[in-house]
């Protein structure tokens, strides 16, 4: 089993900034690099004494991160538990 | 990383309190992310803006593919978006003209002012026009589409934001910082007469 054996599923067919990928399955993974560059980003201008830079990044790119996931949780229980229990529907 | 805020360097922030205004580092920070801070001598800062918005933007059309950026879409997020991703600058403008001269084509069977569109998975373009693919052919370009799409279209339009506020940031970074401290210098004097009203010792006639 080479690198090309894994990868295939995901590039085939793929020319780089012209074909999308095929991350449809694993698309919530794509959440990491955009809080960690937004990060980089938003603390390069942000943030006070660029000493702390790095240090800065990764908590902003954190909290990005867990907040997602805690709206993520906050929409799975409103809808998959707050809302049959205030609008019950007949299973078929 | 030498950059530091203007509180921590006081040689620093005499600089700040004395330019104000930087129209050409704004236009810097939108022909090239990072440009504006790197030329106003924030370099590290500049090296951060450019690395973040870049990386978002590449990584934008590594996920979604060159459809994420259109100016011309028939979906109105895509669309509005654009005006987001204007943003990042030139790049952003020279994506958006290859992908509508080189991936869309005329319609034949539609009127002459209707928009150029992609070409169908049965299609093919041919210099421009869309017809019916041969043995073999196919459009040049699959279209992203669902989730990859949108996380596609959101990358670029956070890179674009993020360099708004970096162009921003470019524009008014000078003597703001020193002013906003002489603000905050001035502050305790105002709580300070303040508090001498709350509490009677004002003064004045009783």
Redesign the interface.
């Known amino acids: 089993m080479n690198l090309a054996t894994y990868l295939g599923p995901f590039v085939a067919?793929y020319?780089?900034?012209?074909?999308?990928?095929?991350?449809?399955r694993q698309?919530y993974l794509?959440?990491v690099?955009?809080a960690l560059?937004?990060?980089?980003?938003?603390?390069?201008?942000r943030?006070?004494?660029?000493?702390r830079?790095p240090v800065e990044v990764l908590v902003m790119a954190a909290q990005i991160l867990l907040g997602m996931i805690a709206l993520a949780l906050g929409f799975l229980l409103f809808v998959e538990v707050l809302i049959p229990l205030l609008a019950p529907t007949p299973r078929v | 990383?030498?950059?530091?805020?203007p509180?921590?360097n006081p040689a620093h922030d005499a600089d700040r309190a004395t330019a104000g205004f930087d129209p050409a580092a704004g236009v810097l920070a939108w022909v090239l992310?990072?440009l504006g801070?790197f030329v106003a001598g924030r370099k590290?800062?500049?090296?951060?803006?450019c690395?973040?918005?870049l990386?978002?933007f590449?990584?934008g059309?590594?996920?979604?593919?060159?459809?994420v950026v259109d100016s011309r879409s028939d979906r109105t997020e895509t669309r509005l978006s654009f005006y987001g991703m204007f943003f990042v600058g030139p790049v952003a403008i020279v994506v958006d003209r290859v992908h509508q001269a080189a991936?869309k084509g005329v319609d034949p069977m539609r009127p002459s002012h209707a928009p150029t569109r992609h070409a169908l998975p049965h299609e093919t373009l041919d210099n421009g026009t869309i017809r019916s693919a041969g043995p073999g052919e196919g459009p040049p370009?699959?279209?992203?589409?669902?989730?990859?799409?949108e996380?596609?279209v959101?990358?670029c339009l956070?890179?674009g934001m993020?360099?708004f506020?970096?162009i921003l940031?470019a524009l008014l970074p000078p003597g703001r910082s020193a002013r906003r401290g002489a603000k905050s210098k001035d502050a305790p004097k105002r709580s300070s007469v303040l508090d001498s009203v709350r509490t009677g010792d004002a003064g004045g006639e009783q």
């Open positions: 067919a020319t780089p900034l012209v074909d999308p990928l095929n991350l449809h698309w794509l959440l690099p955009l560059l937004t990060a980089v980003a938003y603390k390069a201008v943030t006070r004494d660029m000493r830079y | 990383m030498t950059d530091q805020h509180k921590e992310p990072g801070h590290a800062r500049g090296v951060g803006v690395v973040g918005v990386g978002l590449l990584g059309l590594l996920i979604g593919g060159i459809t991936f370009i699959r279209r992203s589409v669902g989730k990859v799409n996380i596609g959101l990358y956070i890179a993020l360099n506020i970096a940031d």
